[in-house]
């Protein structure tokens, strides 16, 4: 199984916790990743398109 690295954990922190009620009782990076899990919101694998769209930017932005 693949690891989910900083810049995933912040994203999903951004993303799904600031809206969350119950954000307040995930405590800890594996309280959070197991409640992204429950609720499905995990998603370790990159949707199609995802790094040429990286890429794309990166080049654009640089």
Known sequence: MRTVD???????LMQ??????DAH???TEAACQEC???KGLLNLE????????RALLQEYYA
């Open 36 to 38: 992204w899990a429950a």
């Open 16 to 21: 799904f916790c600031y809206t969350c009620e």
């Open 6 to 12: 900083q810049e995933v954990v912040t994203r999903n």
């Open 46 to 53: 990159e949707q199609d398109g995802a790094e040429e769209t």
């Open 25 to 27: 009782l995930c405590t």
